[in-house]
């Protein structure tokens, strides 16, 4: 794999994050906790899709054969996503949200920052730009309430800590590089995960020791979206984020 189709895919492996991350957060709408939570969950995924949109553009007209957001989007089988693990896994309960909200967060804010600065496509680095920002306040917003649910009630430290056990053996995929990764790393159009691992870690950490969580101690990480192998709840997302468009063929956005 190598140039266009290497950067195409490359840049779907973080649309493809976003798109499916948020709209896991859109599930919140009306159930969350408190209205102002309604709010935020709500704004949070429009600002993952935008950046999702914004990526599948740019990733179209690298690849030249006429496909745009809604093909990216809507109109792919579930072997070909390529998002993380991570995002895919479901809401069950708020503190599962907003731990899993941590830890992209705490990943892609970085992240984007470091596209910013070093990626040699003038558009990924316009668009890493504003995602920095909106990132930022989601690494905000989540760290505050996994704070305080860890170090709440005992009900909810419980569920947070439950949490923890559940998803953190889906970070490790966040900082491996897939083969299309790796290639569009050494051509110079986006950094390596691994630039950001250090300061991934020390942030969690930090949330970790102010909301009373251990971090687990994993031995084997679980990977495998960066692939298209996804887990049997994807197949139940696609199913509702697709239907729209396939029931009523030629919608836009």
Known sequence: M???DTAVTAILEIADDGLILGHRLSEWCGHAPMLEEDLALANMGLDLLGQARALYAHAGEIEGKGRGEDDFAFLRRERDYVNCLLVERENRDFAHTMLRQLY?????QPYWREIAATSSDETLKGIATKAEKEMAYH????GEWVIRMGDGTQESAARMAEAVIELHRYTGELFAASPARTCAIAEGLLPDPEAVRREWDATIASVFTEARLETPEIHLMQKGGRDGKHGEHMG????????MQRAYPGLEW
Request: proline residues 0%; glycine residues 4%.
């Open 2 to 4: 190598a140039g266009a």
């Open 139 to 142: 690494l905000r917003h989540a």
């Open 104 to 108: 992209f967060a705490a990943f892609m």
């Open 236 to 243: 139940h997302l696609l199913a509702e984020l697709q239907f």
